[in-house]
């Protein structure tokens, strides 16, 4: 419309008079024209963007621009909106056809004429990409929710059903969790529906490996199954649709991957198919329930390994033997673990007596409890060629030796080692030898308490060293005690004073009635008494106690237990 038309319909019909310019004549007013749909010159509403629809109050249709008529193809000059099959438009959000609008009035009154100006933005694409980019957010939300929460588990199950409750009602109505098989089984849990609280989670328990549905088997050897009609089947057969009907379900299974395999395998059902951005979150959260799947794994059979190394490293009971009572109590350095760099045990000889020994090798922890290991495995092994505690030591220092220089470390051993031969008529007698450790004590009948006058130098340090080898009587009712440095030298009391031989001894008197189990236990109860709850060394007490034949070799392991110390 140009601007002489606008002024002509903004004034009833009327043509208003223009005013001449000077020097130039009035122009004659023209009649008013009819306004065509197909307009041949330029008109205001041409310049819009946006859909411009101008009616009279009656709501005839003036004028309207292209993009308008694109978005309402029916409308045409001098019919009204319904006239043209047009729904009556109103200030907001509306929905014409398949698009979605944003419609804005705008009253225009010219010289008393009014006319209503329908300004129609169509918005559908632009809240197409609004709902993308929320739908986006929302998703990357959920993942991130989820890799906090299957970050913490460790454990396999918990981080198994975890992902289950996670998946419902985000991804399904109902989801799935199977693990990978360990000998020839497979655990797998349900969750579905739920409340408030979270879906409601069924532990399915274990299926043999041959009775899983062939889609759940595709993805547990890491590919996502094509046969999507006949997943609901299997999962009906299987029992895990519970009341829903196969055919009006949309299930999917994808792997849940692992650092070389699957670490088990993902079922969602739901009633609307999945479209490809749920597919992609879909796989997203598969891949981070593996990942905790797979850190659960590992710590798992880290776990299963450091177990059995721990058992095989830990001091053993020793053997019943006549005339002997065996007592031990141990308390490792780091409170976490059952092993440490002290060591104890007793072996039986053939002629009816026993070896015994008690040691500390250099450092703490899991590399010590593995040198201990070897040290133990040493002996064992030269005790059949050698039965004499000072040969025996020799032969053990070469052995030692050779295996530090072949691993390139200087570690090295402090050890008693000791022979008990029960005396005819009651009684031990004791061939003690020394590896540069602390001297035994011994605790006699009349509850006196000696320390034995035993000096010697470190096992593995230099060929050939000096072993120092003593002879000691036990009567019956009395006990040789030894101990490692975790002992004397820890800290505590008032000022953080080490606990010192004396103390020791003096905390001995009156113990002489003590069964050697009792004896070890008291032992390594006054020292925790007086550590305080302070770090200490590795803490080992081996008591020998003559007894008369017949008596029970009573045995106590004194090892905190690793519930309560973590």
């Known amino acids: 419309m140009s601007t002489a038309d606008l ?99 705008v009253d225009l009154t010219v010289g008393g004429a009014t006319s209503i100006a329908w300004y129609v933005e169509d918005v559908t694409d632009a809240i197409a990409r609004s709902d993308a980019l929320l739908a986006e957010r929302g998703r990357a939300r959920f993942l991130a929710t989820a890799s906090q929460k299957l970050g913490n588990p460790l454990h396999e199950d918990r981080a198994a059903r975890a992902a289950v409750r996670l998946a419902v009602p985000t991804l399904g109505e109902v989801a799935v969790v199977v693990l990978a098989p360990r000998r020839g089984r497979a655990r797998w849990w349900r969750a579905a529906g739920g409340d408030a609280e979270g879906p409601a989670l069924v532990d399915g328990g274990v299926l043999n490996a041959d009775d899983l549905p062939p889609g759940v088997e595709d993805a547990l050897r890491g590919t996502e199954p094509s046969e999507a009609d006949w997943l609901a089947e299997q999962l009906a057969e299987a029992g895990w649709l519970g009341d829903r009907d196969p055919g009006t379900v949309a299930v999917r299974v994808v792997p849940l991957p692992g650092s070389s395999a699957a670490t088990g395998a993902l079922v969602v059902v739901r009633s609307a198919d999945l479209d490809e951005h749920d597919m992609q979150m879909l796989r997203g959260f598969a891949a981070r329930a593996g990942a905790a799947l797979d850190a659960a794994v590992l710590y798992r059979d880290q776990a299963e390994v450091a177990e059995t190394l721990q058992a095989s490293l830990a001091p053993t009971e020793p053997p019943s033997v006549g005339g002997v009572q065996w007592g031990a109590a141990y308390r490792p350095a780091q409170s976490s673990l059952r092993i440490g ?120 340090v230099v060929p050939d060293p000096r072993i120092a080898s003593i002879t000691v009587q036990l009567a019956a009712g009395e006990t040789c005690l030894l101990f490692s440095d975790g002992v004397t030298e820890a800290r505590g009391g008032i000022r953080g004073e080490q606990f010192g031989a004396a103390r020791l001894v003096d905390a001995l008197g009156g113990c002489q009635r003590m069964p050697a189990p009792a004896l070890a236990e008291r032992v390594e109860q006054v020292i925790g008494d007086w550590l305080g709850g302070r770090n200490h060394d590795d803490i080992a007490v081996f008591a020998v106690r003559a007894v008369s034949p017949g008596s029970p070799a009573r045995h106590l392991h004194a090892v905190p237990d690793r519930r309560s110390a973590s």
């Not at 292209?66 to 907001?92: D, H, K, N, S, Y």
């Open 7 to 105: 002024a002509g319909s903004e004034s009833g019909g009327r043509q208003v008079p223009a005013t001449a310019a000077p020097g130039r004549s009035a122009v004659a007013p023209s009649a008013p024209r009819r306004i065509s749909p197909v307009l041949t010159e330029t008109t205001l509403v041409d310049h819009f963007r946006e859909g411009v629809v101008v009616t009279d109050p009656t709501g005839v249709v003036r004028e309207f621009s292209q993009p308008a008529l694109e978005l309402m193809p029916g409308l045409a000059v001098g019919r009204t909106l319904a006239g043209c099959g047009i729904a009556p438009l109103e200030p907001g959000e509306l929905t014409i056809g398949e698009r979605r609008v944003r419609c804005r009035r």
């Open 341 to 460: 760099g002290d060591f104890y045990g007793a072996h039986e000889l053939p002629d009816g007596g026993a070896l015994f020994y008690l040691g500390d090798v250099s450092g703490k922890g899991v590399d010590a409890a593995v040198f201990t290991g070897q040290i133990r495995q040493g002996l064992q092994a030269l005790r059949r060629i050698e039965s004499d505690p000072a040969r025996l030591l020799t032969l053990l220092n070469d052995s030692v030796l050779e295996t530090t220089r072949a691993h390139g470390h200087g570690r090295f051993a402090t050890m008693v080692l000791g022979r008990a031969n029960p005396v005819h008529g009651g009684g031990l007698s004791l061939t003690l030898a020394s590896g540069g450790h602390l001297p035994p004590i011994v605790v006699r009948a009349d509850g006196a308490v000696e320390t034995v006058d035993l000096r010697g130098m470190l096992i593995g």
